[in-house]
């Protein structure tokens, strides 16, 4: 049996935080890492590690998979402002994408359309999406308000998206 955990860390910049965080999981968004502090996710880390770049502490995504996993990666793609990364690969003989996406917390069609245009292989490939996609799928469930408000556009964008698969 085999389980997934997706947590928003809001930074792993603290040690103690970092290896509390490493002891059970896979999909991490809000990273807060400088592409230059990546290495401190492998010091505490047995298994594979793939991350988004970005120059600031801000943003990032990251997917771990743990060294017990038999997951071949064939490729990957890492969004350079740190929003997404994309594995694709075969986990007992299934072919997957392992997408997690940070998106940013502002309207965005135009980053749901970039990031899903760039899954490979989908119709070939199972895909396990995770993160924070900072929108409303329903209204009804994702606000307390009961004001009727129009979804928004990344929102459309991103249900057409799993209506079509």
């Known amino acids: 049996m085999a ?4 947590l928003l860390v809001k930074g792993l910049n603290r040690p103690v935080k970092r290896n509390k965080v490493l002891s059970h999981l896979l999909y991490l968004q809000e990273t807060h890492l400088k592409h230059t502090d990546h290495a401190r996710l492998r010091r505490n880390w047995v298994g594979q590690i793939f991350h988004s770049k970005f120059n600031g502490k801000a ?3 990251a997917i771990l998979i743990n060294k017990n996993t038999p997951f071949i990666v ?3 793609i890492a969004d350079p402002n740190g929003r997404y990364i994309v594995v694709t690969g075969s ?3 299934t072919s997957l994408i392992l997408a997690n996406v940070y998106a940013p917390n502002w309207n965005d069609s135009t980053f749901f359309n970039d990031f899903l245009n760039s899954l490979p292989q989908i119709n070939t490939h199972q895909l396990i999406l ?3 996609m900072n929108t409303v ?5 994702d606000r307390s308000s009961d004001k009727r408000l129009p979804l928004p556009k990344s929102s459309l964008v991103l249900q057409s998206y799993l209506q079509t698969y």
């Open 3 to 6: 389980a997934m955990l997706t």
């Open 59 to 61: 943003r990032g995504a």
């Open 74 to 76: 064939s490729h990957t």
């Open 91 to 93: 986990l007992f003989n």
């Open 130 to 132: 995770g993160g924070d």
């Open 137 to 141: 799928m329903d209204p009804v469930l």
